[in-house]
């Protein structure tokens, strides 16, 4: 059975950082892009970044609102990806949600349960 | 970036209506479009993807349909679990984004 474990979220203060994990098992985690979607609290859906896998050179993708603040990365040996998240604003307070990108479309087939982040003073 | 704009953004149905909930596209991104629903306090989950195939275990009432910038969700005979709230996603490029949402709530 495919399971996604999100972990390590928390209260930050504004400027501070926090680093999110997501464990993965029940399938071959190396294989696959992995996500990272936030919504904040009564809104949206937010996409935040993708790593690729190791046949892609574990290359990676933000979206603006993060680019050069968060880094994605992971850890196949772990069966794990991370989220590093610096210089941290009240706006990026949100649940955190890693998701298993699969297939040619790499739809997001498999979501963990999130994680909340709260930036605040 | 590709903007997808939803329509409606709420939506107010009774159990066994036919709906129907739009995503619009700023250019077009040929098939590369997933629906999800979200239930409140849970992860998503995906139900469409390509526009209109189907993910596995999903319900045959749901069905997508569209190509290029306009797409559509159908709900053939709404049932008392489908109350969630739906979105559709863009594939095609990135920053890969989401569309605002609709939510479908009980008349």
């Known amino acids: 059975e495919v399971q996604l474990v999100d972990s390590g979220g928390g209260l930050v203060q504004p400027g501070g950082s926090l680093r999110l994990s997501c464990a993965a098992s029940?399938?071959?985690?190396?294989?696959?892009?992995m996500d990272w979607v936030r919504q904040a609290p009564g809104k949206g859906l937010e996409w935040v970044g993708r790593?690729?896998?190791?046949?892609?050179?574990?290359?990676?993708e933000y979206a603006a609102s993060v680019k050069g603040r968060f880094t994605i990365s992971r850890d196949d040996s772990k069966n794990s990806l991370y989220l590093q998240m610096n210089s941290l604003k009240t706006e990026d307070t949100a649940v955190y949600y890693c998701?298993?990108?699969?297939?040619?479309?790499?739809?997001?087939?498999?979501w963990g349960q999130g994680t909340l982040v709260t930036v605040s003073s | 970036d590709i903007q997808l704009t939803q329509s409606p953004s709420f939506l107010s149905a009774s159990v066994g209506d036919r709906v129907t909930i739009t995503c619009r596209a700023s250019?077009?991104?040929?098939?590369?479009l997933a629906w999800y629903q979200q239930k409140p306090g849970k992860a998503p989950k995906l139900l469409i993807y390509?526009?209109?195939t189907l993910q596995s275990g999903v319900p045959s009432r749901f069905s997508g349909s569209g190509s290029g910038a306009e797409f559509t969700l159908t709900i053939s005979s709404l049932q008392p679990e489908d109350f969630a709230t739906y979105y559709c996603?863009?594939?095609?490029?990135?920053?890969?984004?989401f569309g605002g949402g609709t939510k479908v709530e009980i008349k």
């Open positions: 029940g399938f071959t985690f190396s294989d696959h892009y």
């Open positions: 790593t690729r896998n190791k046949a892609n050179s574990y290359t990676t």
């Open positions: 250019q077009g991104i040929s098939s590369y």
């Open positions: 996603q863009q594939l095609k490029s990135y920053p890969l984004t």
């Open positions: 998701a298993r990108a699969s297939g040619s479309y790499r739809i997001l087939d498999y």
């Open positions: 390509a526009a209109s």
